[in-house]
């Protein structure tokens, strides 16, 4: 989802007429950033004993403010270019992910540094470089 939304937002900012289509803006999650993860995994598995760790922010953020994230990045307004297709809402979808990172934090000394503004500064940035090249 993340991708499709940078993806769409760049291409638009671009010239592209096209659109994107989404289902339910209102979803939360906790959107964090992947290396950072296998950070954690790397320090789990350095540990003398399995355990069980939440990986995660500790933070929510709707679908919504991920898209005006994005499409602000490219001085866009998402308004302007995403349609919310029925079609696409999925009734068994989480209504709100978040994680408690505290115990990843105490055990293992790991801590998300990147939040979801980060991540789609970071991602919106690599896909226009991407498309420079």
């Known amino acids: 989802m993340t991708q499709k939304i940078v993806a769409a937002a760049c291409r638009i900012a671009q010239g592209s007429t096209g659109q994107l289509y989404l289902g339910n803006m209102q979803i939360q999650r906790d ?3 992947a290396p950072e993860y296998v950070e954690a995994m790397y320090l ?12 995660a922010t500790g933070e929510s953020s709707s679908l919504e403010d991920f898209l005006a994230a994005a499409f602000a990045l490219v001085d866009l307004d ?15 979808d989480l209504a709100v992910g978040r994680g ?5 934090k105490n055990k293992l000394g790991w ?20 498309s420079v090249q």
């Not at 998402?78 to 068994?92: A, C, E, G, N």
């Not at 408690?100 to 990843?104: H, L």
């Not at 990147?114 to 690599?126: E, L, N, S, T």
């Open 111 to 130: 801590q998300a540094q990147y939040k979801m503004q980060d991540v789609v500064q970071m991602m919106v940035k690599a896909r226009l470089a991407k």
């Open 31 to 33: 959107w964090g950033w």
């Open 44 to 55: 789990m598995l350095q540990q003398s004993q399995p355990n069980d760790y939440v990986i």
């Open 100 to 104: 408690n990172p505290a115990k990843a």
């Open 78 to 92: 998402w308004r302007h270019h995403v349609v919310i297709d029925d079609s696409l809402l999925q009734p068994t």
